[in-house]
């Protein structure tokens, strides 16, 4: 979304909130009033809830950090585990070899 239509949109919504409709069926009128003091709250009460997403936004990165942090050491130390365990396996391999001649029978 463009800043043209948000600001469109976000425009359109507080004119609507604002709009007082009434209709004179004796008359056979409808009239169409706009609060101008609603648009200013309303306007002030989406700034005010906007400013609060921002510091929650700012504050949820703040604390992501630390938790990136942690989570890097977590797998570190898990990648060493898993590298000592690796190495002991290595060590506790035996292998025997048998080598013999493919022209002689097999003695076993």
Do not use: F, H, W, Y
Not at 16 to 45: K, M
Not at 53 to 63: I, P
Request: charged fraction near 30%; aromatic fraction near 0%; proline fraction near 2%.
């Amino acid at each position: 979304m463009t800043r043209k239509s948000l600001l469109l949109a976000v425009t359109s919504i507080l004119l609507l909130g604002a709009c007082d409709v009434s209709r004179d069926a004796t008359n056979d009128t409808t009239t169409l009033s706009v609060d101008e003091d609603r648009v200013a709250n309303t306007a002030e009460d989406v700034g005010n809830l906007a400013g609060r997403a921002a510091d929650e936004a700012g504050e949820a990165l703040q604390n992501a950090g630390p938790a990136i942090e942690n989570a890097a050491e977590t797998v570190g130390e898990r990648a060493e585990r898993v590298g000592a365990k690796a190495e002991d396996a290595v060590e506790r391999v035996d292998v025997d070899v048998s080598v013999r001649n493919a022209n002689e029978p097999d003695k076993r």
